[in-house]
């Protein structure tokens, strides 16, 4: 089945929060192949849908720690 491209007016965005600095980094190892990050999240997606067992198993030691609600107060960084 061939891949239809996206329709920003019917395909939903997917939300992630990813430090800037990593994300940065990515888009510049992205650029230098000619890629983008919006197309990897994409075949990131496919390749989970296709095995997810393999792909999951390849991101495990990349994966980030799960997060629970708001930060706790005492947590929570100000600045001075």
């Given at each position: 089945?061939?891949e239809?491209?996206?329709?920003?007016?019917?395909?939903?965005?997917?939300?992630a929060?990813a430090?800037?600095?990593?994300?940065?980094?990515?888009?510049?190892?992205?650029?230098a192949?000619?890629?983008?990050?919006s197309?990897?999240?994409?075949?990131?997606?496919?390749?989970l849908?296709?095995?997810?067992?393999?792909?999951l198993?390849?991101l495990?030691?990349?994966?980030?720690?799960?997060?629970?609600?708001?930060?706790?107060?005492?947590?929570?960084s100000?600045?001075?």
């Amino acid at each position: 089945m061939a891949e239809q491209k996206p329709d920003a007016h019917l395909d939903p965005k997917v939300g992630a929060r990813a430090p800037r600095e990593l994300q940065n980094e990515v888009r510049a190892i992205l650029a230098a192949r000619e890629k983008t990050l919006s197309a990897a999240i994409v075949a990131l997606l496919r390749a989970l849908r296709r095995d997810p067992d393999r792909t999951l198993a390849m991101l495990e030691a990349d994966w980030p720690p799960e997060k629970r609600g708001r930060p706790r107060l005492d947590q929570q960084s100000f600045p001075e």
